[in-house]
């Protein structure tokens, strides 16, 4: 795994860094915890531009972003809940985490994209309720810039820094990225496995309707 997106960054540079980052926040075949730090490595080598690596991952990020933002303020807060109910078991998300999410963001705003996009599992869900709650589309792209920039470069620098250690440090990486794959994958099966026991906990009436 190591070797792969290093190399893969190497060949497709920037635009690499911004595909990439924008894949992981609509749907993380890789996520940013691996590709930063690597795009880090890689520009401490020489191969990219440090600064370029950070622009090409924090516009990855938002652009990554968008689509849920306005998929949610299209879309509405009742289609949307309509969806999450008929397709929660696959979506892993149901109708009242969404109201969750909304009345959280209503408390905070502002505040919620920006720490949000700090946040791991939160930075893509996020833009929902901030679409929902329809912020205005310059705000969202403010807070969540400034929190994408953010994590981006706290990543970024993690692997710039250690690029003296790379030999030793991919010798760990490696095991613990496949590692971290591995474990979202599984907790998204957990997730599909056990829906139902806990959407329907005690509540025995709503789980005699649905069957």
């Given at each position: 795994m190591f070797e792969f997106i290093t190399n893969f960054l190497e060949k497709s540079g920037y635009l690499g860094v911004f595909?990439?980052?924008?894949l992981e926040n609509i749907f993380p075949p890789i996520p940013s915890e691996m590709i930063m730090p690597f795009a880090g490595?890689?520009?401490?080598?020489?191969?990219?531009?440090?600064?370029?690596?950070?622009?090409?991952?924090?516009?990855?990020?938002?652009?990554?972003?968008?689509?849920?933002?306005?998929?949610?303020?299209?879309?509405?807060?009742?289609?949307?809940?309509?969806?999450?109910?008929?397709?929660?078991?696959?979506?892993?998300?149901?109708?009242?985490?969404?109201?969750?999410?909304?009345?959280?963001?209503?408390?905070?705003?502002?505040?919620?994209?920006?720490?949000?996009?700090?946040?791991?599992?939160?930075?893509?869900?996020?833009?929902?309720?901030?679409?929902?709650?329809?912020?205005?589309?310059?705000?969202?792209?403010?807070?969540?810039?400034?929190?994408?920039?953010?994590?981006?470069?706290?990543?970024?620098?993690?692997?710039?820094?250690?690029?003296?250690?790379?030999?030793?440090?991919?010798?760990?990486?490696?095991?613990?990225?496949k590692a971290v794959l591995g474990g979202m994958l599984a907790w998204y099966l957990y997730r599909v496995i056990t829906y139902?026991?806990?959407?329907?906990?005690?509540?025995?009436?709503?789980?005699?309707?649905?069957?």
């Open positions: 595909a990439l980052m924008a490595f890689v520009a401490a080598r020489g191969d990219l531009n440090v600064v370029g690596v950070l622009v090409a991952g924090t516009a990855g990020s938002v652009a990554g972003a968008l689509p849920w933002y306005y998929a949610a303020k299209v879309y509405g807060c009742k289609r949307l809940k309509q969806l999450a109910e008929h397709h929660a078991r696959w979506l892993t998300v149901t109708p009242e985490d969404i109201d969750h999410a909304l009345e959280t963001f209503r408390k905070h705003g502002r505040k919620a994209v920006l720490f949000g996009r700090l946040i791991p599992a939160v930075r893509t869900l996020i833009s929902v309720p901030a679409g929902l709650g329809n912020m205005s589309l310059a705000q969202f792209l403010l807070y969540s810039g400034i929190g994408s920039l953010a994590w981006t470069g706290l990543l970024t620098a993690a692997g710039f820094l250690l690029e003296n250690n790379y030999k030793e440090v991919a010798k760990y990486v490696d095991p613990v990225s139902k026991k806990r959407a329907t906990s005690g509540s025995p009436k709503k789980e005699h309707e649905t069957q």
